[in-house]
């Protein structure tokens, strides 16, 4: 299984829409690439570093687990401008991605 990561740093003065991320951004993920093999997908909202005072290091990381790495590739070649296009809608923060195979 092929899990894509999105992690969105927490950046001083860069706001984070958790509902839109939530209600409407990740509706749009799955219904362009599920035809691509996404089996579905998880959000986490970062709430403190080790340090329950400390801020966390992400405000948000998205997981979307696929069939075969094919299927990453094949839907960010066909989807990926309009759902990176669609960032700006929710947050100002630069999204890093993490393509992995899972082996445990």
Known sequence: MIKVTV???NEEGKSF?????????MPLVQERLT???MRYYNVEKGISDTDPN???MYVA????LFN??????EGFKTHGR???GDVKNFTEIEPKFLISELVA
Do not use: I, K, R, S
């Not at 990381?61 to 979307?64: A, D, I, K, P, S």
């Not at 075969?68 to 590739?73: A, E, F, K, N, T």
């Open 7 to 9: 992690f969105y740093g």
């Open 17 to 25: 829409n958790m509902d839109y991320y939530v209600n409407t951004h």
């Open 35 to 37: 035809p691509f093999g």
């Open 54 to 56: 400390a801020p966390p």
């Open 61 to 64: 990381v998205g997981y979307l």
């Open 68 to 73: 075969d790495v094919d299927g990453v590739h």
């Open 82 to 84: 309009e759902l990176v």
